[in-house]
C-alpha cells in the first residue's frame, strides 16, 4: 500500500510538470523553457556536491557523462516541444515508449538476451503506438514527431545511465546529468532567447520543483514496494493527464490514446514482472524514471 501510495504521488507530480509547461505555453521557446527548467533546478543539486566532488570522474566517465547528457539535452528539447503541439495525454502515452526502446537498446549494444516473450511484448507496445499515431487515418504532427523521437533520445540516455550505475553512485549519475544538460541547453537557449517574466521564471522553477519531487517519491516507491507492484499505477499518470487536458485546457478525449497507452504500458508491466519473476538485474527503467 506504502509503494501503490508514493507511485501515485509520483503520477500526480509528473502530470503536474506536463500541466505547468502546457500552462506556460510557446512564448518562451522550447530550449529556452527546457534550459530554465534545468537551470533552476541546480538548487536541489547541493547535497549531490560532495560526492561529485569526493569521485571525480576518469576520462570514460567524463566521456558517458557527456554522451548521456547530449543524448538527454536533445530528449528534453523535443518533450518541450511536443508539450506546445500536441495534447497531454498523447505526449504522456507515447512518452512510455521509452523503456521499450531501451528494452531493444539492451539487447542491441549491451549483449542483454531478448526473449520470445521480451519480443511479444514489444511488438504490442509497438501496436500501441500504432494505435496512437494511426498513420494513414489522421495527420501526424510535428508534435508526434518529437515525442517518437524524444523516446528515443531518453532510451539512449537511460542505458548509458545503466553503464555508469556500475561504475558510481547514483547521486554523482544524476548530479552529473543536471550540470551536462543544463551546459548542453545553453546554446540551443541563447540561440532563441526570448527575456522571461517573473511569472514565467516563477511556473518554470515549480517544474524543476516537481520534477525532483516526482523522482523522490519514485524512489520511495521503489523502496517500499516491488516493480511489479508499483508499475501497473502509473497507468493512472494517463488517465489523469486525460482528465486534466480536457478539464483545464480544453482538449478532447481520444480513446485511441487511452487504449494505444494501455497496450504500451501493459507490455512494459509485463517486461518489468518477467525481470523480477526472473530475479534478474532489471534492465527497463521504470516509465516515469524517463520523466524529466
Not at 509528473?14 to 534545468?38: C, D, M, N, Q, W
Request: aromatic share 12%; with cysteine; glycine share 8%.
Amino acid at each position: 500500500m506504502a509503494g501503490v501510495f508514493w507511485m501515485l504521488v509520483t503520477g500526480a507530480l509528473f502530470v503536474a510538470v506536463t500541466a505547468i509547461v502546457k500552462h506556460v505555453g510557446s512564448r518562451i521557446p522550447p530550449p529556452e523553457a527546457a534550459f530554465l527548467r534545468y537551470a533552476l533546478g541546480l538548487v536541489f543539486l547541493v547535497p549531490m556536491l560532495r560526492p561529485m566532488f569526493a569521485a571525480p570522474p576518469d576520462r570514460r566517465a567524463l566521456t558517458l557523462f557527456g554522451a548521456r547528457g547530449l543524448a538527454h539535452t536533445f530528449g528534453v528539447m523535443a518533450w518541450f516541444y511536443a508539450m506546445t503541439r500536441i495534447p497531454i495525454a498523447e505526449v504522456t502515452a507515447m512518452n512510455y515508449l521509452s523503456p521499450v526502446y531501451v528494452t531493444l537498446g539492451a539487447a542491441l549494444f549491451l549483449g542483454e538476451t531478448l526473449a520470445a516473450r521480451r519480443i511479444a511484448a514489444v511488438a504490442v507496445a509497438l501496436l500501441g503506438a500504432l494505435v496512437i499515431l494511426r498513420p494513414g487515418m489522421r495527420e501526424i504532427s510535428p508534435g508526434h514527431v518529437a515525442m517518437l523521437f524524444c523516446a528515443l533520445f531518453f532510451a539512449a540516455s537511460y542505458l548509458m545511465a545503466k553503464v555508469m550505475s556500475g561504475r558510481v553512485s547514483p547521486a554523482v549519475v544524476v548530479g552529473w546529468l543536471s550540470v551536462t544538460v543544463t551546459v548542453g541547453l545553453a546554446p540551443f537557449a541563447a540561440a532563441v532567447w526570448v527575456t522571461p517574466t517573473l511569472t514565467e521564471l516563477f511556473w518554470l522553477f515549480l517544474v524543476a520543483a516537481c520534477a525532483t519531487g516526482g523522482h523522490y517519491t519514485m524512489t520511495l516507491a521503489f523502496r517500499a514496494a516491488p516493480l511489479s507492484v508499483t508499475q501497473p499505477v502509473t497507468f493512472l499518470q494517463l488517465v489523469w493527464a486525460a482528465l486534466l487536458g480536457a478539464l483545464v485546457f480544453g482538449e478532447p478525449v481520444d480513446g485511441w490514446v487511452i487504449v494505444g497507452g494501455a497496450l504500451i504500458l501493459g507490455s512494459v508491466s509485463f517486461i518489468t514482472w518477467r525481470e523480477a519473476m526472473l530475479k534478474r538485474r532489471a534492465v527497463t527503467p521504470p516509465v516515469m524514471a524517463t520523466k524529466l
